[in-house]
């Protein structure tokens, strides 16, 4: 049988990637910040900066476009991250296999805080631990802190309103607006038709409070618990929502100014949990990084 000959110079083969490189690679793409990775990875800036450029180097590609404002992924980038985050996920789990066993943490989160980006921060996690089994419980900022208090979470995040935040530690603070389609339009003596999460809502009874001071006729013609729920009486322009910005669904926008609507109050997001062991605070930090990075507007 002839085999043809393959020309040296026809293949470029690329020698192993540095596997620390990648990591660097991924957080920094992920949360869109050295800085945030820098303190997630337990490491510097200057040594971020550093691995990303022989990556960059190696592979013969530019991953990442850099301003002094921004950090956000180059076209090659975006091509190359999934790919990146499927080698990480398989070292992970590969290293841990004959290292940790599987436990489980529970964590109680605010539906107020959570929207679409869900399963970023369940595959974030996994990656981080994958023998590290989340069992994670979405409800109100009440709700989950009750359960906590009962024993039945390893930790709460929780949009907080009341005095208990010197237990906790304030992990960002959340802003919220009011969200609807862009082609939304008032109707002259009708009441502002709202989507809320009903009264037991803290950031509801502080919108409502901020239109009658205002002197806003409103009314509450949906009333959903969660988010999405809260959010999809908005994409269909039904209503105006009261939501954190960065859980607004597609297709809608912040209509505060448009509307001249009030501005509405920001809210601390607190952290409690009684965890020390280093490998929960870990996952926990992650967690946490996750978010605040969402959150950026």
Not at 67 to 87: I, K, M
Not at 237 to 250: D, E, H, K, N, Q
Not at 260 to 275: F, G, H, K, R
Request: with cysteine; charged share 25%; net charge neutral.
């Amino acid at each position: 049988m002839y085999i043809p000959a393959i020309p040296k110079n026809s293949l470029n083969p690329v020698k192993a990637l540095d596997l620390d490189a990648v990591k660097a690679f991924v957080f920094i793409a992920d949360l869109q910040s050295f800085t945030r990775a820098a303190e997630i990875l337990d490491t510097t800036q200057s040594a971020l900066s550093l691995k990303l450029r022989r990556l960059e180097e190696q592979l013969g590609r530019r991953l990442l476009e850099r301003t002094p404002r921004q950090v956000r992924l180059s076209a090659e980038g975006a091509v190359f991250l999934d790919a990146a985050r499927s080698l990480m996920g398989a070292h992970e789990r590969a290293v841990a296999s004959f290292q940790e066993e599987r436990r489980r943490l529970t964590i109680g989160i605010s539906q107020m805080i959570v929207g679409s980006e869900l399963p970023a921060l369940l595959r974030r996690m996994n990656e981080h631990d994958p023998n590290l089994l989340i069992e994670m419980r979405v409800a109100g900022s009440r709700d989950v802190m009750q359960a906590y208090e009962e024993g039945a979470l390893d930790a709460a995040l929780v949009v907080q309103s009341d005095n208990r935040r010197n237990q906790g530690e304030t992990v960002f603070t959340e802003s919220f607006a009011w969200i609807g389609v862009p082609h939304w339009e008032s109707r002259p003596g009708q009441p502002l038709p709202l989507s809320t999460q009903g009264d037991s809502c803290s950031i509801r009874a502080a919108a409502v409070r901020a239109l009658d001071e205002a002197g806003i006729a409103w009314t509450e013609v949906f009333i959903g618990k969660g988010a999405a729920v809260v959010g999809a009486a908005a994409a269909a322009g039904l209503a105006i929502a009261v939501l954190a910005r960065r859980t607004a669904p597609s297709g809608t926008i912040d209509l505060g100014s448009v509307l001249s609507l009030p501005p509405l109050p920001t809210q601390e997001v607190v952290l409690y949990t009684a965890l020390n062991d280093r490998r929960s605070r870990n996952a926990l930090r992650t967690l946490t990084e996750a978010f605040k990075s969402l959150s950026v507007v």
